[in-house]
């Protein structure tokens, strides 16, 4: 018995129908952090000239930027710092104590600073970690960086402002002192 002629719509139909399902697959497996903004906000205090590096004498040293967010809240996107130096460091961001110094962590990074990561001040590399998962930021956000380990450094500008330097040893009278030099670090939100 001769097979009926075969017509493309049924195909057409099958390959539509796939593309259909295809696309609904996608869907659900969509960022749950939610979607990019065409603005952003990107918090720094320092004048995009690194002019020397930072280190650090000893595992308690903290450099800190005090950076003011605009009002309302804000979705953390990245952090971006540049590194002159191989080394690992912890960044923390803290909350801002009654007092208007760092208070409650709300999230360390540790991150080793290796060959591709060193900037020469000049060459508009940066390190970036993605915050995409914290939750939102309002008011002033403190931004400490520190050692962990070998002997990591920071660019810095020749900017004074909201820059500070503190000893984390709790024996230590260092409290915190403001200082001249900005650290090369920048925080990006969503508004």
């Known amino acids: 018995m001769p097979m009926p002629p075969t017509t493309p719509v049924p195909f057409v139909a099958r390959t539509l129908l796939g593309l259909a399902l295809l696309a609904s697959a996608c869907g659900e497996g969509k960022d749950a952090r939610g979607p990019l903004s065409a603005r952003e906000f990107v918090l720094a205090h320092d004048d995009n000239r690194a002019t020397s590096a930072l280190t650090f004498p000893n595992l308690t040293y903290e450099s800190l930027v005090r950076l003011e967010l605009p009002p309302g809240s804000h979705r953390p996107l990245r952090l971006r710092m540049m590194a002159e ?15 208007e110094t760092p208070g409650e962590e709300i999230h360390v990074i540790t991150r080793e600073f290796v060959g591709d990561d060193l900037s020469s001040g000049k060459d508009g590399r940066w390190v970036v970690e993605d915050l995409r998962d914290l939750r939102e930021l309002k008011g002033t956000v403190w931004i400490g960086v520190r050692k962990v380990g070998g002997a990591p450094a920071l660019w810095t500008s020749a900017v004074s402002g909201q820059s500070y330097l503190r000893d984390r040893d709790p024996t230590s009278a260092m409290g915190l002192l403001p200082v001249k030099r900005t650290v090369m670090v920048r925080l990006e939100v969503l508004p």
Not at 90 to 96: D, G, Q
């Open 85 to 99: 130096a191989a080394g690992t460091v912890a960044v923390t961001l803290y909350e801002n104590a009654v007092l």
